[in-house]
């Protein structure tokens, strides 16, 4: 068992990167270790602050991921498999960053060279435009007439005559 001080943890947010101190003090990383906890059956408060402690020394780079695993055997008794397991879903974490999830009006920000509809009929003003529709109504419509209801859709071949 690896001895780390909360005075240590404190010099290493002071050194971390931008990344790894906003990664160790974001909401989204509270939710995603606490969803892990519950995910693969961490009990206890003891247990659960614990991982969550070990999950921050990683972030802060005091702890190695690759040796993660035998840390949660080892501090938290996990069973290997479980702690393979749970190392996969921390390593998922950090790879992402835990990026927050943008609220739709950041993601919508710039949205003007998205077409809309109200676009397309502002400009659906074009005179002589042969409009297609395809209701039942007007399908058998067009087939009892032949397409006579409208000439000018297909062009005709005067060599083929019936």
């Known amino acids: 068992m690896k001895n780390i001080t909360n ?4 010099q ?6 931008d990344e790894q101190s906003r990664l160790y003090t974001a909401e989204e ?7 892990m906890i519950t995910k693969h059956g961490i ?24 040796e993660l695993p035998q840390i949660l055997t080892e501090e938290l008794s996990i069973p290997t498999e479980k702690a393979v397991a749970i190392t996969g879903d921390v390593i998922d ?6 990026a927050p999830t943008p609220t739709p009006n950041q993601t919508l920000k710039d949205a003007s060279h998205i077409r809309t509809m109200q676009q397309d009929m502002s400009q659906h003003n074009i005179p002589d435009e042969i409009i297609y529709t395809s209701t039942q109504d007007a399908i058998l ?4 007439l032949g397409n006579q209801s409208n000439p000018q859709t297909l062009p005709t071949n005067p060599a083929i005559q019936p």
């Open 141 to 144: 419509q067009e087939g009892r």
């Open 12 to 17: 290493a947010y002071a050194a971390a990167t």
């Open 93 to 98: 974490l950090i790879s992402k960053g835990a």
């Open 29 to 35: 990383t509270f939710v995603a270790v606490n969803t």
């Open 43 to 66: 009990t206890g408060s003891e247990q659960g602050s614990l991982f969550s402690t070990i999950v921050g020394d990683v972030i802060l780079g005091l702890r190695n991921q690759s």
């Open 7 to 10: 005075e240590l943890r404190d």
